[in-house]
């Protein structure tokens, strides 16, 4: 399967379910090397690094790469890291945005390149995404004296 044009059937179809709150996207378990490979096949590493993985080189890389995983005060949720590869631009920090603009010329309002994701499957999807999440750690005791 291909995700263009499945993920709104897709919504469709999801939302057609009872609710069930132990229901848990995804249906199957990520594969995570499956997931480091789709990465490397999307090219995914021409703009972001990922916590404590190697990467091979990639030529025309951006000079300015966008660290995914890592400590985190707040939960990575695997709806919010299956939005970000979906949709790349409906959350782009402050921070990084102004990185972008000073260090590597790049306007504002520059749409996140996606250079194969209309090539990726579901499973390449599912993969990536548990990869994704397996490489973000919450920082214990965060706000608990709050």
């Known amino acids: 399967m291909r995700l263009k044009g499945l993920i709104i059937p897709f919504a469709v179809l999801l939302s057609a379910c009872a609710y069930n709150p132990s229901f848990r996207f995804p249906v199957q378990e990520g594969d995570l090397d499956a997931g480091r490979q789709a990465f490397i096949d999307h090219q995914c590493h021409q703009c972001h690094s990922v916590a404590g993985v190697k990467m091979p080189l990639l030529a025309g ?76 750690v919450q920082v214990e005791g965060y706000g608990s004296d709050y």
């Open 61 to 136: 890389a951006s000079p300015i790469l966008l660290e995914l995983g890592g400590e985190t005060a707040g939960a990575k949720t695997y709806a919010e890291l299956m939005t970000s590869v979906i949709n790349p631009n409906h959350i782009i920090s402050e921070r990084y945005r102004e990185r972008l603009r000073l260090e590597a010329s790049v306007p504002l309002d520059s749409p996140m390149p996606m250079p194969q994701i209309d090539n990726m499957t579901v499973r390449q999807l599912i993969d990536l995404v548990a990869f994704l999440d397996s490489r973000y």
